[in-house]
């Protein structure tokens, strides 16, 4: 497991867990890893018909896929209480399943229909639902992070218990508002976990030509009293343990924790990118650690049967197929919805 | 009723609204201990204990985020930033994330939040320190802008804010704070977007904000010794704008002059006269005259200064071009 | 004479501006070697290597710094923000540092710079996105702001911009990178602060920007159907602002409708109607209108982007209103 | 002397400069150190004259003093060939003093003059004299960092040779325009000395209240892939050694150095500010550690006369008498100044 120590004691970051799960502790109870396993399929599935319909035109401005980040969204959901906090990005749709928003919903939305998740006002990039206590994908780098940290202190203040999860990417350990969200919930002990997916790209650039440590975010934890901690993010297992182990610290009082989850993106940055400026053998050597495959041979090694795992991919297959149906039968958005909801009152007028 | 400072108000207001809702909390660089760079929240860091009243680090990002995180879930937040000129640093905040979240979640989020910020010139604190921001804010969809002029004021509008529903951008002129005025015992709590005729006058109309109304008083003063008398309407809010009590005053004098401390282009005084030209083209008899900073950084010294922001000798010469 | 991208011409005026000065530099994230993720730097990393084009972490305020520092110590830099939307993130750099320093320093600082980003809606991409933010540069002294309408124009404006000795905004609007357009063989320089009509009728004037421009002529088109003749004027620089052409058209057709992408309140068009009621109040003989997007975020769905910006519809409407 | 080393054998800060200079290798030349001492004592004086002008209403507006900080200007300024370029806060009267602008100017500026250095039209927030290659002062927390790798950038762009020196203060380093502009200086491996006057406040907040590192510079070095370096910032003799070879270190190519300079301001944050809020003891505590008393009696034990030393004083006396005299007798700023220079054209016309 990667442990989560004091910063007095920790060197490096903790390696412990990345490459493959050895010296991990006993997994999670199975029904857990098999519900991490439906939530990746269903991520895959859902985020693949996505891209087919953007290039068949019915998704619309544009989609940034999580396809290949999908244990990284799985393992921390799974590790969640039903009242806790994520904040996402543009690149949000796993997370946004995760935490149990409608398919449909979501499908309508990407397709700018009036049964989308916000009714068409956000789009991809913006997915949010508030019942299930995913308080938004940002689309401009940097700030969610400090909002996030506003729902930390927020359940810290009503001391309700809830901790607040935010992924990012990492590119984002770049920008300003990275390094004052870090600052303040480390001085303030907030209950928040930051995870950063570092999938080693931020848009066509590798991160490595652009940031001055080699790990954008542990080798930055130090930088605000925290204990580096690396996950190997293709890994249902070792994010899960992460998860919990990190949410369990933020749970009792002791401050943020700050993850570095490595991992990939099988396709493009965003839209129709074909991701061409990657090396062939880094991507390949990536879709050798495809955390779907992977994690299903671990199951099934664990004990799980073989139907039990087809019975979840064919559910996934049916409800993406359903989410399409409702989403296309879906109409455009009532046009009055241009001038709503910009005020509580449900309007938006500037004049008296 | 007692007589206080605006500066008095400010931390009157404040503790009006924590004394009445324990969900409301104070957030800010030196807010607490110190009682603010302005000494406008003095006490309230005594009287509602640190868990209320939050000193932060430099990080307006970090402030502004926390509130907004928090009044997403179930704080309403009162955050400073310390010179409205600071909104620079984290105006992806306020206009990025604060204005637009509730639209684009389709209403499932809201942001009863408060941003204070001391605005605005005459201290002589250079271009830094000194701009008067209130267009920036009213230029982006989602925020409640408000401005007061007097003590009473203050207290009432920011009542208002901090009750309110929405963000709203709360811009206290840094020149008034050591202005004086009547402020009634009791629970204070105005409406937002009620603008407030402060002297009434047949020939033309002065709309004027924050520190600009004292000055569009004074300047109706010597016109009316020679023999003009304006109306003069403090707009109290920018957003929302009182519309009809500027249209009301222009159909009556035909015409209109606004005096505003912001540089010149597109400051709020333009919407105002766009509004006007459109709405009101008829019954003007004269040029809308707009008397503004020229449109320049302020400088610091204090004679630059003095003859760079809207003097009383300016908003006399805008009315009589505006009567010609 | 080549036809050409808006896109195209980006790259090909950026490249006669460094070919002929090699203090000129580009910056931005993912400007280089990826040609840009509008594709509006391609070609420019193989001609000019890497040292003249320089890829960036998502770090804007190092970004405008490092571009500032350099144009204050003998470098031309051309910064790139990728979306304008994204000016909030950096905003301290571009309205309190780089527009103010030369002032604040009486004048002992150049800073010949240019800055530009992908403004404007069209394209699905939702309110952080797709914000026309020309208006949060008109309303800072110090900064020149440019938005052309065709591919000529980029490529002249663009040249001016750089061989300016003062910081220049650049806007280029996202909706018309695949417009296609004429460009002349060989060096192309304009003037900033140069209208240019591209119609001319006798019955209103209509003022346009950038994607509003080929919209506005669309309505005149409409509009010439019905017997009602316009003069466009495509504004082509906002600071400076060429208020003789506008007037000396409003003083001919007596009626004047501007047309602004960005949302209602304090757009440039504001400020424009708001000189025209100064001005030529007396030339006028209806209401000035505005066109504008609602004072609202723009929203995703194809449907509902298309119903908040202004259409062909809305401008035809807005003009047969001004004539009333 | 601190030594800049590689980070791969870096532990901890290098504290070795640290508690009085012991371990420093052989000081500067006596004369170096002599101008470094009639620097401190200029400012000293400057600085002294500039707050009791102050409480006579005759600097309007604000001040920022760096009455007991003088070492850290003094000491860089000394290691600095006339081609390198100084970046500094509102609290940037030493550095400019530091670089050979005109007193008299200085004042002037102070006072809102017409012979001020920037007219009148800066203040004292924002003393720049581009001749001295005092790229200005910069009020608004953090942007001028960035601002000076752009400085640095162009030197290393044009093969000047230059470098540029970037001072700021602790609380500086928890916004998030600090974070962008050390990644990007190491990324680029920039000539920029940034140096960090830790003087133990945030205006009124104690940095230690608000930072999540005890070393607010320092220990966020390493998060940069930079050393840490530590230097006692009231022992001039410390702060020189540590500023030349940062100075020469960046000279070389070897990119960004992060220096912070540990100490004290004697008044308050700015204006009239008694600074109370701070413990008597730790003021007591610092002033005992007055950078001049103590330099000056080193500058004896190491030989200089005593007769020198007072020339030195009695000159600065004398100079800031002049200088404040030449001020008052300066008439306000011409009017027209208000609309000019906006534009390289001198003028402020936004139209046609
Ligand atoms: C402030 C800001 N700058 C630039 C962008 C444009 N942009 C969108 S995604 C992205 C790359 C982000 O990389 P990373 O943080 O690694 O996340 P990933 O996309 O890899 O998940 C950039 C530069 C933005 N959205 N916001
Ligand atoms: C962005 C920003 N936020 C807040 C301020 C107000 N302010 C001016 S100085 C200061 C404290 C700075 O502390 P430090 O960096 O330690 O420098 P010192 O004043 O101690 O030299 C603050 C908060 C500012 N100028 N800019
Ligand atoms: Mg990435
Ligand atoms: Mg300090």
Redesign the interface.
Known sequence: MTELRDRSDAGGPTTGAVGGGAGLPAPAPLEVRIAVYKMMVEMRDFESRAYDLFMQGLVKGTSHLGLGQEAVAAGFAAAMRPSDYTFATYRGHNHTLARGASMTAMMAELMGRRAGLMAGKGGSMHLTSVPHRMMGSYAIVGAHLTIANGAAWSSKVRRTGDVTVCFFGDGTTNIGAFHEALNLAAVWKLPVVFVCENNRWMEYTPISSVTAVARPAADRAPAYGLDPVLVDGNDADATLATASAAIQRCRTGAGPVLVEAETYRHGGHSRADPGKYRPDEEVKAWLARDPIPRFRARLLESGVEEVVLQRIEEGSRVAVDAAVREAEASPPPDLSLVESDVWADGGSSWRR | MAEMTYRDAVAHGIAQEMDRDPTV?LIG??VG??GG?FKATVGLFDRFGP?RVV????????I????????????R?IAEVMFS?????C???????I????????????L?LVIRSANGGG???????SQSVE??A?????LKVVAPSTPRDVVGLLAAAVRD??PVLFFEQKSLYPTKGDVPEGELVDEL??AAVRRHGGHATVVALAAMVPRALEAADHLAEEGVEVTVIDLRSL??????TVATSVRQTGHLVTVEE??????????V???????C??D?D?????VTT????L??????ED??MPSVARIVEGVRRSLC
Chains 1, 4 share one sequence.
Not at chain 2, 55 to 62: C, K, Y
Not at chain 2, 262 to 271: D, F, I, S, V
């Open positions: 909390v660089e030196d201990a110190a760079v868990d000193d932060t680090p430099i990080s307006e990002q970090a502004l985020g926390a509130s907004m995180g928090a009044a997403m879930t179930g704080l937040p000129d600071f909104f620079a640093v105006w992806d905040l306020v206009a990025n994330e204005a637009k979240t509730r639209y684009m979640t389709n209403g499932q989020v809201s009863p201290a002589r604190f250079g271009a830094q320190h267009n920036w009213m230029a982006v969809p989602g529903p929405d977007g009620v957003v929302p704008l009182d519309v009809t912001n540089p010149r282009l597109c400051g709020w005084g333009a919407e006269a766009s509004i006007v030209a459109e709405e083209l008829f003007l004269g040029p809308i005259v707009r020229p449109h320049v950084p400088p610091a010294a204090d004679a630059l003859a760079a």
